[in-house]
């Protein structure tokens, strides 16, 4: 594409919880427009969907977006906002707004708030015959949106996060022989938790909806030589201390001697920065947003596979509907293989 492209004008916002890689996107999307359409506007929606009820928008130019690739969070800003979810009203505010700011597309990254949300808006746009496409890009730690196409950007950062906190935490469980329950975010779905635990060594990832053996699991305590990790998913139905005094019990009615502390890494694994991986695909799905929206495309969502990957988006009415598009427990093949090389 050397040609320059006709002018639009564009906003980008990113939604719900902040993740590495919402940057990248950020800067991929304001240098593509700026350098394929150099008489392009852009600007940046500040505090998510919130932002975007109450227009606050700041313009971006290319040097605004400088250096900042590699940067955890978003620098536009992110507000939990479930209202816009549920109340009518916000949402034909939000695509009137888009409307009267005379924006021909919104580049969401966000999560499966950010996803619905983006449906619920294209509705209004298209029953009033407004302007407005509105391209997303799944971003998320959680790893919840719309993977049974591509993982979310945000994911693979986390899991490095989690990583570097695992193998610290690991120096000093295996100097104590102790046992350590990690609490790990990630909602409702099991990916965090579960693929932090295969690339930390963990011998236990509890999964949101399991029913544990803890038996069992004693068991896999009382062989271990030294230092056990158990990483648990936020949604798992109890505490860590709960999960804690369970294990305690079994222990001195079976004779095992080994003392359990319990820490939560949560909120710091959706901080620090991006992976190469979440770089690569947000730049190149800013990028390809941009492209197609320089050709006029219809609204839609981008899947996030690898960098140079090329499927056509997915309409916004399949990819909101998290039956047909999600699933939040592991594929039973992968669990078999964490099992076979724990
Ligand atoms: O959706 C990302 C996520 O980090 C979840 O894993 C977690 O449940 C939630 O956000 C926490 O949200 P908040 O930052 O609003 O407390």
């Not at 916002?13 to 240098?31: E, H, K, Q, S």
């Not at 022989?177 to 930390?200: C, E, K, N, W």
């Not at 798992?236 to 890494?265: C, H, N, P, W």
């Not at 901080?271 to 990028?287: C, E, F, H, Q």
Request: net charge neutral.
């Amino acid at each position: 594409m050397a040609q320059t492209l006709a002018p639009i004008r564009c906003a980008v916002l990113t939604g719900g919880g902040d993740c590495p890689g919402m940057n990248a996107f950020i800067r991929a999307v304001v240098r593509a427009t700026l350098n394929l359409s150099p008489e392009s506007t852009v600007y940046g929606v500040l505090d998510g969907w919130k932002g975007l009820v109450y227009n606050e928008y700041r313009p971006l130019g290319k040097r605004d977006v400088s250096g900042i690739a590699m940067l955890g969070g978003t620098i536009l800003g992110t507000v939990r906002f479930p209202e816009l979810a549920t109340s009518q009203q916000l949402q034909e505010r939000a695509a009137r707004n888009l409307e009267e700011q005379g924006f021909d597309y919104l580049f969401v990254i966000g999560g499966n708030g950010s996803v619905k949300a983006a449906w619920a808006l294209e509705q209004i746009l298209r029953r009033e015959g407004w302007r407005t496409r509105i391209l997303v890009a799944p971003g998320s730690i959680d790893n919840d949106v719309c993977n049974n196409y591509g993982t979310s950007i945000g994911f693979y950062s986390a899991l490095e996060r989690s990583l570097e906190m695992l193998s610290w935490i690991r120096d000093t469980a295996s100097s104590h022989r102790r046992v350590y329950l990690i609490r790990s975010m990630g909602r409702d779905s099991a990916y965090l938790a579960f693929y932090a635990g295969i690339i930390g060594g963990a011998e236990y990832a509890i999964r949101p909806h399991e029913e544990v053996d803890y038996e069992r699991l004693a068991e896999v305590v009382a062989q271990r030589d030294r230092d056990t990790i158990i990483v648990v998913s936020e949604a798992y139905a109890k505490s860590l201390r709960e999960i804690q005094q369970t294990l305690e019990d079994i222990f001195r009615r079976r004779g095992i001697e080994r003392e359990i502390r319990a820490v939560d890494m949560s909120y710091f694994q959706r901080g620090g920065k991006a992976s190469v991986t979440d770089i690569l695909r947000a730049s190149w799905l800013g990028y390809r947003m941009v492209c197609d929206a320089l050709r006029g495309c219809s609204s839609g969502f981008y899947t996030a596979y690898y960098i140079g990957h090329l499927q056509d988006p997915l309409p916004l009415e399949l990819a909101a509907d998290d039956a047909r598009t999600n699933h939040l427990d592991i594929p039973p093949e992968v669990i078999q293989m964490a099992l076979a090389l724990r």
